[in-house]
């Protein structure tokens, strides 16, 4: 290490008083002249995405942003808010909530459609594979509420397919993900439609983004829904909500 200013090294930020670049753009150039979804793509990938990607990666940002608040997160998040802590706070406890099974399925499903893509076998011995090392779970598929259909996905796949027929994209993971929702519809007995992580991952995985950034993507996406629902909740009031309303009791087992 040659200097302290070693300790740390990144390509992202260069500042000096009086001066800030991103990624070597001046921050005033960038400032009225990007969308967020283009300054994520900025911050992330170090390049600017054009405009049919970046419309596209916001659709899948925007699709994302709530799930209710039976959702583990959004009702972290609420519950936390009645506890006297600030929307930092709640947003945070909400955001810690975001795992491998409440959040994390973006990513995994990601990681099974390039799965699908590389094996070198045909799809349904592709698929086996996973299933035996991941389990019956498939990640982006089925959902307990939204029956038989999560009008989210659908939608995003009608713009995956609209940016491959420009060129934007080029559709090999949309055909890998219906291709398992057909088969799936196909071999059980309840179909298991596509959901919203499912889609997304489509779309993540097309704009050529990794495995973890599907669910950190994600994890931007929600939080808009969790900061809406601590500010919501934080005008209705309440104090120390918990689960369930407190004439509930839990069951007790000696």
């Given amino acids: 290490m040659s200097d302290v200013s070693d300790w740390w090294e990144t390509s992202i930020?260069?500042?000096?008083?009086?001066?800030?670049?991103?990624?070597?753009?001046?921050?005033q150039d960038l400032i009225g002249n990007l969308s967020f979804c283009q300054m994520i793509w900025l911050m992330l990938r170090g390049d600017m995405p054009t405009t049919d990607q970046a419309r596209l990666m916001e659709a899948a940002l925007v699709a994302g942003v709530d799930h209710g608040p039976q959702a583990p997160s959004i009702a972290t998040a609420r519950m936390a808010i009645t506890c006297g802590v600030g929307l930092q706070s709640a947003m945070a406890s909400a955001v810690n909530m975001l795992g491998d099974i409440h959040g994390g399925a973006g990513e995994q499903a990601v990681l099974m459609y390039h799965h699908l893509r590389d094996a070198g076998q045909d799809r349904k011995t592709a698929l086996q594979s996973w299933i035996d090392q991941h389990g019956p779970i498939l990640p982006g598929f089925g959902h307990r509420f939204h029956k038989p259909v999560d009008p989210r996905a659908p939608r995003l796949l009608q713009l995956v397919a609209e940016s491959a027929a420009n060129g934007v994209v080029t559709g090999v993971f949309s055909d890998i993900a219906?291709?398992?929702?057909?088969?799936?519809?196909e071999t059980r007995s309840t179909p298991l439609p596509m959901n919203i992580d499912g889609a997304t991952a489509v779309i993540f995985a097309e704009l050529g983004f990794e495995a973890p950034l599907a669910r950190?993507?994600?994890?931007?996406s929600r939080s808009v829904g969790i900061l809406a629902h601590a500010w919501?909740?934080?005008q209705q009031g309440g104090r120390n909500k918990g689960p369930t309303p407190p004439d509930y009791r839990w069951t007790y087992r000696p």
């Fill in 13 to 27: 930020i260069d500042m000096e008083p009086g001066r800030i670049d991103i990624r070597g753009h001046a921050i």
């Fill in 178 to 185: 219906t291709w398992v929702e057909n088969h799936l519809a």
């Fill in 216 to 220: 950190g993507l994600f994890c931007l």
């Fill in 232 to 234: 919501e909740q934080k």
